[in-house]
């Protein structure tokens, strides 16, 4: 089971074939579910950004299935999903009844498996432990969740400004812990 | 998926409004259609009103980069436009719609939004997530691979509002935008607003006076290519108070200012 | 930023919490596994829902949901993708001019063929008109008539010169051979008049941004329609613009409207401010 077989399958989706589809969904939803249920508390919300994504993928495989070559199926698929949990963010927002974004997690150290320490430098990895919950939030939906700024502010609640400036102070704390 | 964050991306605002007018003149034609505007716009949705004439739509071309200002000072995003400008960086992040909207008949939705996302230089492997995006929130996703000349008035609206929409803009620009659209596509229209009006400079321009109060946080109402109020839509509706011909209030609103505002430059001149 | 995959892959009990929303992972291992679960298939399958009830429900529900979803949404057909792609290089109605162009110049080419028949002395009109023939469709590369959504397109940050140049380089490349084809055929080489051809459609293009391509390319046309083919038929001596030795002036020409063109590039981002 290789990355290359989801990409086959989206081929396979847009010609019309209903099994890939739910092949590609069986091996790829537990894995968006964990990771959408990380950054919004709310599963209803969760659940609408789940089936609007998988239903967009099925309405448009042609069209994607030329874009997933060269990137992982997964990882626009991860696109698709985080765009779409913006705009329920802005939904509820307007409805005033704003999902609250997952909880900060609060780092405790000493837990960690020894295994993917190794995947990130060992002075990268303290670096981001000593960074502060709020700037470490806003790198982690900038550069890992692939997010823009303004898509970050919707996502966290606060205001663009607040965003730039976290995301500059947390450049500025990395780039001292690295050097 | 992993990305780099640029430095450019996380400068810091320097602009206090996305739109900023001052004195601002275009000429449309031989007549200066926008004579003296100042205006300053931030994120929300608002609502340009006015009467036939106004320089609605000289104003809208003149935001859309479309028609070089004749004087004064625009900046959009905290560029001016004046002198040498990077249209094609500002333009990035615009999208637009103008009133008389023309398209191709042998495109399907898909296939236009698909081209317009080219011309406005989205990346091409974000093109097709954008577009499916796009098509959704407008609620065109059950018509997106019939041609557009199989649509109705409403849908092709809504196909030029997604075009608008696709490239994320931080400056969306409506000309008319709810012509066609029936009570309900209306009322989705505003939902649509509403959302956007979140991290969106929205300028809705239009002569329907309860599309305005319905769905906008700031009322803008122009005459003569000059400004005449702008406000709340609550403040709107109160300055009906003191008279004015309408069926609603925002109705009376608009004809007591628009009637305060000429019955002043008459005294004036 | 990278993830140096070295082979690790993620442990049982480090996905089963993860999975069941643990919030005690630390930031850097929280960084790597989410990054390396992009990446991984093989540890995104160890991800068992049936770890946290939560997940277990959100995914029952999403494939209740998409069981409906699905029975009544059709796959979207496959897309015809050369048709958006050709409108980056060519303008909507181009073909009509085009197909207009290649009439005129067969017309030209009847009159020419049947000139020599006849042994009459016109000049060949085929090369009287060569360097005027790509205007037609240049002046619908760029035209508010030719392309229903002019407003939209030159609101657009490609619009400007580089999209004119596209499609004008389309129209070139269109219309070159059929009047190199037609050329070898009365003896008016492309030598003659490849480079007054040039010549004018660039110029086409300055002049068009000052008043619109159209206007241009019609005042143009109109002007070496006077100036150059009429008197030519009507005296039936060959133009002497057309010679070899008036070429370096071409050349010249060619030369300084590239450079007029280059300074006015602005002027093909925005209307013509007379509507």
């Keep these: 089971m290789t990355s290359a077989d989801e990409e086959e399958l989206v081929r396979r989706t847009a010609r019309g074939d209903q099994a890939a589809f739910d092949e590609l969904y069986r091996r790829t939803s537990p894995w968006l579910a964990v990771r959408l249920r990380r950054r919004c508390s709310d599963d209803d919300v969760v659940a609408e950004v789940m089936q609007e994504t998988y239903l967009a993928v099925w309405r448009a495989a042609d069209a994607f299935a030329g874009a997933s070559v060269g990137g992982s199926a997964v990882g626009w698929l991860w696109t698709i999903a985080a765009r779409r949990l913006i705009d329920a963010f802005r939904r509820r927002a307007r409805l005033a009844q704003v999902p609250p974004a997952a909880a900060l997690a609060e780092t405790v150290p000493g837990a960690e498996d020894e295994a993917l320490g190794r995947l990130v430098g060992d002075d990268l990895g303290d670096a981001l432990r000593r960074l502060a919950p709020e700037l470490r939030q806003v790198l982690h939906a900038t550069v890992l969740d692939g997010l823009t700024v303004r898509e970050t502010a919707v996502l966290l609640g606060v205001p663009e400004g607040t965003v730039k400036t976290r995301a500059r102070r947390a450049r500025v704390a990395l780039r001292e812990a690295l050097s | 998926m992993i990305r780099t964050l640029g430095a450019a991306e996380t400068a810091p605002t320097t602009y206090i409004g996305e739109i900023r007018a001052q004195e601002l003149r275009v000429r449309a034609g031989r007549r200066m259609a926008v004579d003296g505007l100042d205006l300053t716009l931030g994120t929300g949705v608002h609502g340009l009103l006015g009467p036939n004439g106004a320089g609605k739509t000289t104003l809208m071309r003149a935001l859309a980069t479309v028609l070089r200002p004749a004087g004064g000072t625009l900046e959009l995003l905290g560029s001016s436009l004046q002198g040498r400008v990077d249209l094609r960086a500002l333009r990035r992040e615009i999208g637009y719609l103008p009133q008389e909207f023309g398209y191709y008949p042998r495109f399907t939705v898909r296939e236009f939004v698909e081209y317009m996302a080219w011309l406005k230089e989205v990346p091409g492997r974000e093109v097709p997530g954008a577009v499916q995006r796009a098509i959704e929130r407008v609620g065109l996703a059950d018509r997106a691979d019939d041609r557009m000349k199989t649509l109705s008035g409403g849908m092709l609206r809504r196909a030029g509002i997604a075009q608008a929409i696709v490239n994320d803009p931080r400056i969306l620009l409506l000309d008319e935008p709810t012509v066609g659209l029936d009570p309900e596509q209306r009322l989705d229209f505003r939902e649509l607003l509403r959302d956007l009006a979140a991290d969106t400079c929205v300028v809705v321009s239009t002569h329907l006076v309860e599309d305005v109060v319905a769905a906008c946080t700031d009322v803008v109402l122009i005459d003569a290519g000059r400004l005449v109020f702008q406000g709340v839509p609550s403040e709107l509706e109160r300055a009906g108070d003191s008279g004015g011909v309408g069926d609603s209030a925002a109705e009376r609103g608009y004809t007591v200012l628009l009637r305060q505002h000429r019955g002043s430059a008459e005294g004036a001149r | ?275």
């Design chain 3, 1 to 275: 930023m990278t993830v140096r995959g070295d082979g690790a892959h993620a442990s049982g009990e480090l996905l089963e919490r993860y999975a069941a929303g643990d919030a005690g992972i630390g930031p850097d291992t929280l960084w790597a596994l989410e990054a390396h679960l992009e990446a991984c298939a093989a540890c995104r399958g160890g991800l068992r829902a049936d770890v946290s009830p939560g997940v277990t429900s959100i995914l029952e529900r999403v494939r209740a949901g998409l069981d409906i979803e699905l029975a009544r949404t059709p796959r979207a057909p496959a897309r015809r993708r050369w048709l958006p792609r050709s409108f980056r290089w060519t303008a909507p109605t181009l073909l009509r001019w085009l197909a207009m162009t290649g009439l005129v110049v067969t017309v030209a080419l009847g009159f020419d063929v049947a000139n020599q028949a006849v042994g009459s002395h016109y000049p060949s009109l085929v090369l009287l008109l060569a360097p005027v023939a790509p205007l037609l469709g240049v002046a619908a590369a760029w035209s508010r008539r030719t392309d229903p959504a002019y407003e939209l397109v030159s609101a657009t940050p490609r619009a400007g010169l580089y999209l004119v140049l596209r499609r004008t380089l389309a129209v070139l490349v269109a219309v070159i051979p059929v009047l190199a084809a037609a050329g070898s055929v009365v003896d008016a080489s492309p030598a003659r008049w490849l480079l007054p051809c040039l010549a004018f459609t660039v110029a086409t293009l300055a002049l068009g941004s000052i008043v619109g391509v159209p206007r241009a390319a019609a005042g143009l046309a109109v002007t070496w329609a006077v100036a150059v083919v009429t008197p030519s038929l009507v005296t039936t001596r060959p133009p002497v613009v057309l010679e070899p030795r008036a070429l370096p002036a071409w050349a010249a020409l060619t030369a300084a409207v590239v450079v007029v063109l280059a300074v006015r590039r602005s002027g093909f981002s925005r209307l013509p401010s007379g509507r």
